[in-house]
């Protein structure tokens, strides 16, 4: 089965700082890879995806990730955190072999900006 | 264009009572995914609806069930509420890609908390 594992509940970064959110894997074929952003009482919005192709993954609001096969990573990085990115940021896989689109989400990572 | 939307956006039950959550797909989307997200965690997967038929299910029980209409809304039913029940569901609608086997993007509603008293 496939599960996702995200390292550090809470992070706290000051405005301007780099940001890494880190995410690990485990899976017997490589996953397609996930991440979305989830602001206070409202729905989750996909940052960015991996499918195919080029590992290093660039997505919205200055966010990229690099999807690293030999590490089972895919750690969500920005080089300069902006007040605005406040919020709880969840990494998930889903199967490519069966083409079923079941999403396994992580526990998430909070991520705090101070000034 | 609307995006995914959900109704009612807050709700309270009782335990034992039965509850129907309601889902509209975004324009051009035809399959309906449903997630349960507790307190302080990810969402989970509960059934995921396609061509009004559930296509593939979670580990969920029996008290939750679902239902795909042919305007391609959806429906989550859940009977005999347990405390446990009380989270936040979560709509998700996409295109059901046939081709390469490369999911599309799951665009989420805003959600409906659930408390169970």
């Known amino acids: 089965a496939q599960s996702v594992t995200q390292l550090g509940s809470h992070v706290s970064v000051s405005e301007g700082a780099l940001v890494l959110l880190r995410c690990n894997y485990s899976?017997?074929?490589?996953?397609?890879l996930f991440w979305y952003v989830q602001y206070p009482n409202q729905g989750l919005q996909l940052l960015l995806k991996?499918?195919?192709?080029?590992?290093l993954v660039k997505g919205i609001n200055g966010f990229e990730a690099e999807f690293k096969k030999s590490e089972t990573s895919f750690h969500l990085t920005k080089p300069s955190a902006h007040m605005s990115d406040a919020a709880e940021y969840f990494c998930?896989?889903?199967?490519?072999?069966?083409?079923?689109?079941?999403?396994?989400f992580g526990t998430g990572t909070r991520l705090l900006v101070s000034p | 264009d609307a995006g995914v939307t959900q109704s009612p956006t807050h709700l309270i039950k009782t335990r034992g009572q039965q509850v129907t959550l309601r889902c509209s797909p975004k324009?051009?989307?035809?399959?309906v995914s449903w997630y349960q997200q507790a307190l302080g965690q990810g969402p989970q997967f509960i059934f995921q609806?396609?061509?009004?038929?559930?296509?593939q299910r979670g580990n969920f029980p029996d008290r939750f069930s679902g239902h795909q209409f042919p305007n391609y809304s959806s429906e989550l039913n859940v009977n005999a509420l347990l405390l446990g029940d009380s989270a936040l569901y979560l709509c998700?609608?996409?295109?059901?890609?046939?081709?390469?086997?490369?999911?599309?993007?799951?665009?989420f509603g805003p959600g409906t908390r659930l408390t169970v008293l």
């Open positions: 991996y499918t195919t192709g080029a590992t």
């Open positions: 998930a896989v889903s199967d490519r072999r069966t083409g079923f689109q079941k999403l396994v």
């Open positions: 324009s051009g989307h035809d399959t």
């Open positions: 998700a609608s996409s295109q059901l890609v046939t081709s390469e086997r490369i999911p599309d993007t799951q665009y």
């Open positions: 609806y396609y061509e009004e038929e559930e296509r």
């Open positions: 899976s017997s074929v490589p996953p397609y």
